[in-house]
Nanobody, 122 residues
Framework: VQLQASGGGLVQAGGSHRLSCAATGSVSIIDAMHWFRQAPGKQRELVAT???????YYADSVKGRFTISRDNAKNTVYLQMNSLKPEDTAVYYC?????????????????WGQGTLVTVSS
């Protein structure tokens, strides 16, 4: 399984931008999909989560501005970012929890995308 993130770039403060992350390979079932970010000099933090059951989670810093969505047919997760702020500048990583059958048992494994840089200029 491989995750390919795309959509990073330079955005002006107050603007909008959308990130995409597609899972390819032997993907059967994807449980939750997440977006994380890591700003320079800071730890990686969870930004948003969307489970297969439709549960969503947003970090307080992005709540009301960011929206996570997914296209199950394409095994793709999106992050719509609105009202961007300079403090949103970071490398954004997608993560997918993929369900695999191992010796007759269902197990979940995390996979990471390569990261895509979003720079918000003031």
């Amino acid at each position: 399984v491989q995750l390919q993130a795309s959509g990073g770039g330079l955005v002006q403060a107050g603007g909008s931008h959308r990130l995409s992350c597609a899972a390819t390979g032997s993907v059967s079932i994807i449980d939750a999909m997440h977006w994380f970010r890591q700003a320079p000099g800071k730890q990686r933090e969870l930004v948003a989560t969307l489970t297969s059951g439709g549960y969503t989670y947003y970090a307080d810093s992005v709540k009301g501005r960011f929206t996570i969505s997914r296209d199950n047919a394409k095994n793709t997760v999106y992050l719509q970012m609105n009202s961007l702020k300079p403090e949103d500048t970071a490398v954004y990583y997608c993560n997918a929890e993929v369900v695999e059958v191992v010796m007759g048992l269902y197990k979940t494994y995390p996979y990471w995308g390569q990261g895509t840089l979003v720079t918000v200029s003031s």
